[in-house]
């Protein structure tokens, strides 16, 4: 195949891909400065793909950002026992996940494989059972493999509040991690994916690639599964620090989406759960998040008045009402209903479609305040809330948001 004007391979990916001819499975690694953990990854991946798929042939796939920290030094002096390929390579053009995502899709059209298995490149708790378990599956007619983990109560705060409830609300299926990162795709999903036109929007080429592969498998109607994985444990972000452009780039791209995919979650109700495999078993405490709620405050008061205008126009009266006044509260009292966020996302998701360009760029960094309200409102009631606890408070917001779907049809126009 040859090599397109928009493609993410560099000519030296293509010398690899040449070299090898074909391949039955690949794992994608994204990366970049990872030098401290991609060995690590790559080798329980080649152990998985080993123990799990001895007569299949198989590709490790590195696909890197050009990292300063030696990343792909680190990879190119690996020696493997075990009889998988392994390329390591950077990738070209846009700087970001999506980009490394896709030179990683096309290196699987390229080889003619049959399933893909994407892992994140700073993971500590990878074991070659992840392996079998992402790629079995999409050998055996399923279109996506979504992780399920157990996590702290902390730990994906974007998931949490944003990416479930809306997800499983708008298609009906409850996918307990749509931007998980470690995912296992068949081969026609893949090829699915790389047809998309959202590669041209500003998000899927950087974080917002996760979602972009499930709301585009479950608008596809692709038969989709969770991987029970344990704990996940990686570099966790502290929602008041690291995460301001990751935020824009994954609810930017669900609601790109959304937009996108209308007609097919608009005929939708009721939500369905998804078929989990892997054995639920007690995989320990997962890693400790540790985030200040005075922060968390801080941040919401100093960030409000910034986009005032834009909550007034995009908020209804009582709504807005409800989220000015919390700007006035102390840190006791700090907290808003699950009613009031579900009508928060469904106006925004709603707002988003009747803008364009930088004017969407600015809603979302509206949104991303109220977030960060939400993050506090969570932290606050669920301080003395074990795992469990915590967990059953946010399920209990994604019936919110079903219930409240019809708010959204309403003004979504």
């Known amino acids: 195949m040859k090599k397109d004007s928009n493609s993410a391979l560099s000519s030296h990916s293509w010398k690899y891909l040449r070299n ?3 391949a039955d499975v690949l794992v994608g690694i994204p990366s970049y400065n990872n030098a401290h953990t991609i060995n690590y990854v790559i080798y329980q991946a080649a152990k998985g793909l080993e123990t799990n798929f001895p007569n299949l ?27 998988v390929d392994v390329i390591p ?13 896709k030179a990683i899709f096309e290196a699987a059209r390229s080889l003619e494989v049959k399933a ?11 074991t070659p059972e992840w392996i079998r378990l992402l ?3 999409t050998l055996t007619g399923t279109g996506l493999v979504t992780p399920l983990y157990a996590r702290h109560k902390y730990d994906g705060t974007i998931t949490n509040f944003l990416c479930y409830p809306v997800t499983s609300s708008l298609y009906g ?13 068949s081969m026609e999903l893949v090829k699915e994916l790389l047809e998309s036109p959202l590669w041209q929007t500003p998000y899927v080429r950087r974080f917002g690639v996760d979602i972009f592969e499930t709301h585009t498998a479950l608008s596809k109607k692709f038969e989709i599964k969770q991987a029970f994985l344990g704990s996940k444990v990686h570099e966790a972000k502290d929602p008041s620090k690291h995460l301001a452009s990751m935020f824009k780039q994954v609810v930017g791209s669900m609601f790109t989406c959304i937009e996108l995919y209308e007609k097919v979650w608009k005929e ?4 369905r759960r998804v078929e989990i495999v892997g054995e639920e078993r007690y995989v320990g405490t997962p890693e400790a998040i540790h985030i200040n709620i005075q922060d968390i405050v801080r941040d919401y008061k100093s960030g409000f008045d910034s986009y005032r205008q834009i909550y007034r126009a995009i908020l209804s009266k009582c709504v807005f009402r409800e989220v000015e006044e919390l700007k006035k509260t102390d840190n006791m009292r700090f907290s808003f209903s699950p009613e009031t966020w579900v009508k928060i996302v469904y106006s925004f998701v709603a707002g988003f479609r009747s803008r364009k360009g930088s004017e969407r760029e600015r809603l979302l960094d509206a949104l991303r305040i109220l977030w960060i309200g939400k993050v506090g409102t969570f932290i606050k009631e669920t301080s003395q809330m074990n795992a469990q606890e915590a967990e059953k408070k946010i399920e209990e917001e994604v019936r919110v948001f079903e219930k409240l779907k019809p708010y959204l049809l309403d003004i979504f126009l």
């Open 57 to 83: 042939k198989s590709v490790i796939f590195v696909s890197d950002g050009n990292s300063t920290d030696g990343t792909l030094a680190t990879v190119e002096a690996m020696r493997l026992p075990f009889q």
């Open 135 to 137: 790629i079995s599956l």
């Open 116 to 126: 893909v298995a994407l892992v994140d490149s700073d993971l500590r708790s990878i």
């Open 173 to 185: 299926k409850k996918i307990r991690q749509p931007i998980g990162g470690d995912f296992g795709l």
């Open 20 to 22: 090898i001819k074909t």
């Open 268 to 271: 939708i109700r009721g939500i």
């Open 89 to 101: 390579v950077t990738y070209v053009g846009i700087s970001g996940k999506g980009s490394a995502v």
